[in-house]
């Protein structure tokens, strides 16, 4: 994937179970800096990525 929007329509599409999380909203590390909403944040090769779920703070 290029990007993190293009990551999530590819995660829910071979894994549809995701999508409902996608939805809610999920925060992306990329190489340990944490996004949030910036879906157009281009993904580098080779790149350490994890899918965080969102947390209500308080």
């Known amino acids: 994937a290029k990007d993190i929007r293009e990551l999530f329509r590819k995660l829910a599409e071979q ?5 409902p999380w996608i939805d809610k ?7 340990g800096t944490i996004y ?3 879906w157009s944040k ?3 090769e080779g790149a350490e990525i994890f899918l ?3 947390l209500a703070g308080g």
């Open 42 to 44: 281009k993904l580098p």
């Open 15 to 19: 894994y549809p179970g995701l999508e």
């Open 52 to 54: 965080l779920p969102r």
């Open 36 to 38: 949030r909403d910036t």
């Open 25 to 31: 909203g999920i925060a992306v590390a990329i190489d």
